[in-house]
Structures are given as structure tokens and as C-alpha cells.
């Protein structure tokens, strides 16, 4: 499990990672940061043609409507340069105008698909299948630690047990601006990358049955500088102060900047959404969906804190019925809103219409009101 988490932080770096399987080992390498020197050595040393392995969302956005699940384009050493490669990983206007074969994945595609979700980065990956001089030459940087080999069976099991894993690594009292009597106790994910804090306000013997809790997705943006983009910030105060009002309960703020795509990813959706997309298409053409949180690790913060009868603050039917289907009891739900401005509405319009998020009561408010706080 540890190579799997050097594994994470070698991609980061754009340092390629040895994939192990019983369908033979892959060298895979992140989209992002790939640079012409070590492609060129991918078509060099491939025993088969190179595959650029993406998510389904991706696929749909080139083309591939019919499609539900990632796959493979198998790439080309003359059509295919570092930029070509980068511009069908996550170019708004890329489409596949030529015939280019398309495969399911292998096991090593899918694990290297997963790494580059694991470590925030866009997920695409090249990947290639060594040919024996390749072969030979990762052996002897692998025995010399050079490059790292992890296998996909260690991969996939690293995934599922990422929330089971979850340390309570420390804790202390936080006053804050509406409820001076509360307590952050943060939680770390095993591979170091994450951090989460359950935030405990009130006194937790005189909690109301069942407990408020809202989940909150950090929002760098919006939390701390005040973005108008979003109603993150007012958002989060205002749940808060609400959990305050009814005598305390629980806070839990995730480290899923972006809807779980990282706050790299999350300006490039910005920049995307700054020439005319909306917030869950540019999120499709980097690759994702539109929503990439997981809110089992939310499950395993309320279990260790004790948590097992809750109201849910919520305006997003995805954490409710994630909720329902863990076990927890969740008596009912609150809404919570944030401020409705020029700037932020038509990102809260569209998580309405294609989210399904309860926001008709705020978007029937003219700019600059906020609702049910």
C-alpha cells in the first residue's frame, strides 16, 4: 500500500509509475506535465502502439455518445505530438474528425486511470506495454529504485480502502464568530494527501436527537477569499450559525475543493466556464463528471465522532440519498442557502437544472438576497 502512495506523489511530479498485472506490466504517465522527451521514448520502447487511456466523461465529450465507460485511443508517433496528445485529454474544441481505434481497458489502464484521480490531476494517462529492451532497462531501474513498480491488484485495493483508513490525528478548541463554543478535530486520509475537519459546535451532551450535521466541501475560492463565483462562502457561515441556533452539532468540512476535482482542475473548469461553458460541461471536458465526491469518508467521520442519528443541512439530493444509503439515520433535511448575485447565478442555476439541487426558492429571489439562512 505504501508504493501505491509514492506511486501518487511520483505522478505528481510527472515522474512515470510501473503498473503490474497478470495481463502483462504498463508504464503509465500522467497527460499532464508530459513533455516530447519521454514520449518519444514511449513510442520508442512500446512493443505495441501507445494508448491514451480516458475517463467515459471524456470519450462523450469527443464524440463516443453510446459510450458509458473509460477507454483507450491507440496513438500514433507521427500524428500524435505532445500537443496533439494534450489537446483529446482536455481541450474544450478537440473531436475525433479521423478513425482512431478505441479499446476497453487493461487492467494496468485502469489503475493508472485511477492514480490520476487519486492524485488530482486531469485524469488522462498514456500508457504503453514495454517491449523487451524496455522491459529490461524498467527491471534494472526498478531494482535500483529509479522508478517505482506498484501493481494493479494494490492500486484498486488502495482506492476502495482510503475512508476505512481514516486517522483522528488531533484536535483543539475554535471559537468562532457564531459559535464561540466550537472544537475542530481533523482527520487525515493514509496517503497523506487530505486532510478533513469535523467541526463540533456546541456542547455535545445537550446535541438535539437527531443531530444537525452539514457536509461542506472546501472552497478555497470562496470560503476564504470571498469568491462571487459561488455561494460557497456565505454558504458554510451560514451553516454555521444555523447548527448554533439549534444548540450545536457537527460540521463536517471535506477536502473536495471543485466537487472533488482539485483546485488545479477547478480553474481550469473556470477558465472554460469563462468562455461559455457551464460548470458540469467544463467539468466533462477535463474528464469528469459532474459530481466527483465520495461521501463515504463523511460516513467514517460521523462514525468515529459517534454520529448516528442526523437532520442533514442540504441542498443537493446527491448527499442525501449518499446518506441514506450508508448506515446512518437521517431524520430529515434543512436547506441552506448562500447569497443569489449576478455573478453566481447562472453556476446555481445550472446545478438546479442538471444537479437536481433544491434552489428554487433563491433563484425566484432577485440578485443579492439570501434565503432560508
Known sequence: ???????????????????????????????????????????????????????????????????DTAGALMLDPVRDSREAIIELAC???????????LEALSAGDAAGLHLMRRSLL??????????????????????????????ADDVALHYDAVPSLLRRVSEAD??????????FVVFREPDGLREH????????????????????????????????????????????????KRGGGVLLYLAQEGRGIGLANKMRAYQMQDE???????????????????YTVAREMLAQLAVEHID???????KLDA??????????????FGPLTEQNRRYLATKATRAGHWLDAILAEPDDVSVGK
Open 91 to 101: 481541450a474544450p474544441s478537440a473531436t475525433l474528425e479521423q478513425a482512431r481505434p
Open 122 to 151: 486531469v485524469p488522462a494517462a498514456v500508457v504503453v506495454a514495454p517491449s523487451q529492451r524496455m522491459a529490461d532497462e524498467l527491471a534494472a531501474r526498478v531494482a535500483a529504485n529509479d522508478i517505482l513498480a506498484v501493481t
Open 323 to 336: 446518506m441514506n444509503q450508508m448506515p446512518i439515520d437521517v431524520a430529515g433535511r434543512s436547506s441552506v
Open 197 to 244: 475537519i469535523a467541526i463540533l459546535i456546541g456542547d455535545d451532551t445537550h446535541w438535539a436527537d437527531p443531530v444537525p450535521v452539514r457536509l461542506h466541501s472546501a472552497c478555497l475560492t470562496g470560503d476564504l477569499f470571498g469568491s462571487l463565483r459561488c455561494d460557497c462562502g456565505p454558504q458554510l457561515r451560514a451553516s454555521v450559525a444555523a447548527i448554533a
Open 312 to 318: 442533514l443541512l442540504t441542498n443537493n439530493p446527491a
Open 174 to 183: 475554535v471559537p468562532l464568530e457564531t459559535a464561540e463554543r466550537s472544537r
Open 1 to 67: 500500500m505504501h508504493h501505491v502512495e509514492r506511486a501518487i506523489f511520483d505522478l505528481r511530479r510527472g515522474v512515470p509509475v510501473l503498473i503490474e498485472s497478470d495481463e502483462g506490466n504498463r508504464l503509465v504517465a500522467p497527460v499532464e506535465g508530459l513533455d516530447s522527451t519521454l514520449l518519444a521514448k514511449f513510442f520508442d520502447g512500446a512493443a505495441e502502439a501507445p494508448r491514451l487511456v480516458l475517463t467515459d466523461h471524456r470519450l462523450a465529450r469527443l464524440g463516443h455518445i453510446q459510450r
Open 276 to 294: 461559455g461553458l457551464d460548470t458540469v460541461d467544463a467539468d466533462q471536458v477535463l474528464g469528469f463528471g459532474k459530481d466527483e465526491r465520495d
